[in-house]
């Protein structure tokens, strides 16, 4: 397994209400792309491979970085979000929980939707928590086949669940790295006897700076 670099996207509209509102990055998500693309490219990393979702968030993120200085951007389906919207309204309809408001309430909240989820307790949503799980599993296989090393941009749920995969994640766990996954943050993995390893999580040294610290957000 070559280095991947896994991505969040840059902070998304927090005030949605449902997927399409909530796919673009507000002007603080497009300056963090800016920001990480400038340390990336003053680090002299380089890539051989880049891959991004199809989602607007992650387009805009992979465009702000600058990522095609490293070659074509590849989009592919399968490192799109989890429904999140849709698990959600599921759990208000046959569980009648409340939307949560704050980050403490989401918090709260979150381990509940994804132990429903993954317990096939929800219905009609827009995607099974089994083929969810077997598309990352797959798209992450499928880039570690490659040779060089891969930027990925992708969203904080599938980092979470290549999280989960790798270090073998209970759901409060696997919830807990939900939560702590900032916007625009950078995860590396390399492989160590043919096995994957996590060898950073969570950095953010473009928003190190102390005037950048209000650039660290989770939401």
Not at 30 to 50: C, N, P
Request: aromatic share 8%; with cysteine; hydrophobic share 40%.
């Amino acid at each position: 397994m070559p280095q991947m670099t896994l991505i969040r996207h840059g902070q998304a509209n927090t005030t949605a209400r449902d997927e399409l509102d909530y796919d673009k990055l507000s002007d603080l998500g497009h300056q963090q792309a800016r920001w990480l693309g400038d340390y990336l490219a003053q680090s002299g990393d380089h890539y051989q491979r880049v891959f991004c979702g199809t989602m607007r968030r992650h387009i805009e993120t992979a465009e702000g970085i600058g990522a095609m200085r490293y070659g074509e951007i590849v989009q592919d389906s399968r490192l799109n979000e989890f429904p999140y919207f849709s698990l959600e309204k599921a759990m208000q309809a046959q569980f009648n929980t409340a939307h949560p408001t704050s980050r403490e309430e989401f918090a709260a909240h979150l381990p509940k939707v994804l132990a429903a989820w993954s317990n096939n307790e929800l219905e009609n949503v827009d995607e099974t928590f089994a083929a969810f799980s077997g598309r990352v599993g797959a798209v992450i296989e499928d880039i570690a086949a490659g040779d060089g090393r891969a930027l990925v941009i992708t969203s904080g749920g599938l980092i979470s669940t290549v999280l989960r995969q790798t270090l073998n994640l209970e759901v409060d766990g696997w919830s807990r790295m939900c939560m702590a996954i900032m916007n625009s943050s950078v995860h590396r993995w390399q492989s160590l006897l043919d096995r994957p390893i996590l060898t950073q999580f969570n950095a953010v040294p473009h928003l190190e700076t102390p005037d950048r610290h209000y650039a660290q957000t989770h939401l």
